[in-house]
């Protein structure tokens, strides 16, 4: 996990210079929801330059906040399920509702083995890989406190529609599905199922993007935000928009990206004022800063 130096001394005291402290993995998740927050611009999203109508900056570092009580418990091996929940009800402990549900079902599995061994796609995975019938359970509960955008189970799945919330439990104790299972059923649709099921390839990418990158770690999670948009279609907006616009944004990501600052920042005005929300591409941005942050290799 990564070491910050910093002056720290006791109040009313000289401060020691170079004095260097660890920050903890739920700490250094909490920074990440924090700083892909106020990176900006990132086309489409809140960021600290642009509010949604009813999201604005300020739900998420609330946001950011609330969440860290169950990224703790995550980090203190209670189970992921219950852990994530936690995460979501203290991220909705604000009035502007769902802000960072996905990002929090990213990096609960990514805390517990930074918090207990190194962390690598292959240490998360087999994490994810152990998650029980009870994570499950979990999951579905943290549904109840926030609205979440998703799409229609596949025939035969009805009785597991995620929106049903606490009242689908029965039928998820039934047919003895486990979190990962979950996941492994939506990953051809969802880009967080996508990295539970796929070793968490994006995300190690993006933190690698971050790595080498230079400057401040805001405007680096922006740059690995367009990267992002402009690789592939982000998938919360072909679920709330559809593929055609979601692969359209993507077009419209990579020639911002080719013509330079400018036409970035005109095309996150222009996403916000359209109501496009590449909101699965900010998850993947807050995970990426987790692991570049865990990996010693940055530090704020």
Same mark, same amino acid.
């Given at each position: 996990?990564?070491?910050?130096?910093?002056n720290?001394a006791p109040?009313g005291?000289?401060?020691?210079?170079g004095?260097?402290?660890?920050?903890?993995?739920?700490?250094?998740?909490?920074?990440?929801?924090?700083?892909?927050?106020?990176?900006?611009?990132?086309?489409?999203?809140v &960021?600290?330059?642009?509010?949604?109508?009813d999201?604005? !900056? $300020?739900?998420?570092? %609330?946001? *950011?906040?609330?969440?860290?009580p169950g990224?703790?418990?995550?980090a203190?091996?209670?189970?992921?399920?219950?852990?994530?929940?936690?995460a979501?009800?203290?991220?909705?402990?604000?009035?502007g509702?769902?802000t960072?549900?996905?990002?929090?079902?990213?990096?609960?599995?990514?805390?517990r083995?930074a918090?207990?061994?190194?962390?690598?796609?292959e240490?998360v995975?087999?994490?994810?890989?152990?998650?029980?019938?009870?994570?499950?359970?979990?999951?579905?509960?943290?549904?109840?406190?926030?609205?979440?955008?998703?799409?229609?189970?596949?025939?035969?799945?009805?009785?597991?529609?995620?929106r049903?919330?606490?009242?689908?439990v029965?039928a998820?104790?039934?047919r003895?599905v486990?979190?990962?299972?979950?996941?492994?059923?939506?990953?051809?649709? &969802?880009?967080?199922?996508?990295?539970?099921?796929?070793g !968490? $390839?994006?995300t190690? %990418?993006? *933190?690698?993007?971050?790595?080498?990158?230079?400057g401040?770690?805001?405007?680096?999670?922006?740059r690995?935000?367009?990267?992002?948009?402009?690789?592939?279609?982000d998938?919360?907006?072909?679920?709330?928009?559809?593929?055609e616009?979601?692969r359209?944004?993507?077009?419209?990501?990579?020639?911002?990206r080719?013509?330079?600052?400018?036409?970035?920042?005109t095309?996150?005005?222009?996403?916000?004022?359209?109501?496009?929300?590449p909101?699965?591409?900010?998850?993947?941005?807050?995970g990426?800063?987790?692991v570049a942050?865990?990996?010693?290799?940055?530090?704020v």
């Amino acid at each position: 996990m990564g070491v910050v130096s910093v002056n720290s001394a006791p109040h009313g005291s000289a401060p020691t210079a170079g004095t260097a402290f660890t920050r903890s993995p739920a700490a250094n998740a909490e920074l990440a929801l924090l700083l892909e927050v106020a990176g900006t611009p990132k086309p489409g999203n809140v &960021d600290r330059a642009r509010d949604h109508p009813d999201l604005h !900056f $300020e739900h998420f570092l %609330a946001g *950011a906040v609330g969440a860290r009580p169950g990224l703790e418990m995550a980090a203190e091996g209670s189970s992921l399920g219950r852990a994530f929940e936690r995460a979501v009800a203290g991220m909705s402990a604000q009035s502007g509702g769902n802000t960072q549900f996905g990002s929090l079902l990213l990096l609960t599995p990514l805390v517990r083995p930074a918090s207990t061994a190194t962390l690598t796609p292959e240490t998360v995975t087999r994490v994810v890989e152990e998650t029980t019938v009870d994570d499950a359970v979990g999951f579905y509960r943290a549904f109840e406190h926030v609205d979440v955008a998703v799409g229609d189970p596949p025939d035969g799945m009805e009785p597991l529609d995620v929106r049903r919330g606490t009242a689908a439990v029965p039928a998820v104790k039934e047919r003895e599905v486990t979190l990962y299972d979950i996941m492994a059923r939506s990953a051809d649709h &969802d880009g967080i199922a996508a990295e539970w099921t796929g070793g !968490f $390839e994006r995300t190690f %990418a993006t *933190a690698d993007r971050i790595t080498d990158d230079d400057g401040p770690l805001t405007d680096r999670a922006a740059r690995a935000f367009l990267w992002l948009l402009a690789d592939e279609p982000d998938t919360l907006l072909a679920t709330t928009q559809g593929e055609e616009i979601a692969r359209s944004v993507t077009e419209r990501a990579r020639e911002a990206r080719e013509r330079g600052p400018n036409a970035v920042e005109t095309l996150a005005d222009e996403l916000v004022a359209e109501g496009l929300n590449p909101g699965t591409t900010a998850d993947l941005v807050a995970g990426g800063l987790f692991v570049a942050l865990e990996s010693g290799e940055v530090s704020v």
